[in-house]
């Protein structure tokens, strides 16, 4: 009955390889998230999507892609992994509803990515 | 730029109180947050304030001014398990949250 759940937990994979990492929730929220938490514990948005449009942050490199099969899934697709992108990856949720503020984001509990 | 500040530690005892500051320079806002994260897990939502003012549940308050672009979390009647990290975070003009770097609490006896 988890609300937002991601797998793998952990993810030890060498420099150059493809992977993917997924998100599910089942809140029926319409907006889903990938964050970046580096080793200094800064939360950075890498994308936001909802079923009309996925906002990509300008610093997030293109071998990151976000696919989304429905509404309650947002898996994120890394291609030629780089020891830079060792870090925990956080999936989120919130339901938007226009002109309200009231967004609240609940996070899944975060795979961590470790590139060797 | 857009910059949001908290300390980067704080130590406190067992049933006092701790304030945990937060200031923000981001473009526009659209809110403001706090979360709570215990080491190796996700964050948690404690709380959200979008006009000036307290805002208070239970043992744990939040403040914002918009004017000074400053918040603050309160903790009250503190307990071990409070020791976490807080986060604050700001929605910007663009709906995008932008996360600070997160102050650990730790609570001694």
């Known amino acids: 009955d988890t609300a937002v759940s991601q797998t793998p937990k952990y993810l030890v994979t060498q420099m150059g390889n493809d992977k993917s990492i997924k998100c599910e929730q089942n809140?029926?929220?319409?907006?889903m998230y990938w964050y970046k938490q580096d080793s200094k514990k800064f939360l950075k948005i890498m994308f936001s999507?909802?079923?009309?449009?996925?906002?990509i942050n300008e610093t997030v490199p293109n071998r990151f892609s976000p696919k989304s099969p429905d509404k309650a899934h947002l898996n994120l697709h890394i291609n030629s992994l780089e020891l830079g992108d060792s870090a925990v990856y956080f999936c989120?949720?919130?339901?938007?509803?226009?002109?309200?503020?009231?967004?609240?984001?609940?996070f899944g509990p975060g795979t961590r990515l470790l590139v060797l | 730029g857009q910059n949001i500040d908290q300390p980067t530690e704080m130590t406190a005892t067992e049933g006092a109180i701790v304030q945990i500051n937060c200031t923000y320079q981001?473009?526009?806002?659209?809110?403001l947050f706090w979360y709570q994260q215990h080491a190796g897990e996700a964050p948690t939502f404690l709380s959200y304030?979008?006009?000036?003012g307290l805002e208070e549940k239970g043992r744990f308050s939040s403040f914002l001014s918009r004017s000074k672009g400053y918040s603050y979390l309160l903790l009250k009647e503190l307990q071990m398990k409070d020791s976490a990290s807080y986060l604050c975070?700001?929605?910007?003009?663009?709906?995008?949250?932008?996360f600070g770097a997160g102050t650990r609490l730790t609570v001694k006896p």
């Open positions: 981001t473009s526009g806002f659209n809110g």
């Open positions: 999507y909802n079923n009309k449009e996925l906002i």
């Open positions: 975070a700001v929605r910007d003009q663009d709906n995008d949250m932008r």
């Open positions: 989120a949720s919130s339901q938007f509803t226009s002109g309200s503020f009231l967004e609240t984001q609940y």
């Open positions: 304030n979008v006009l000036d």
């Open positions: 809140l029926g929220h319409d907006t």
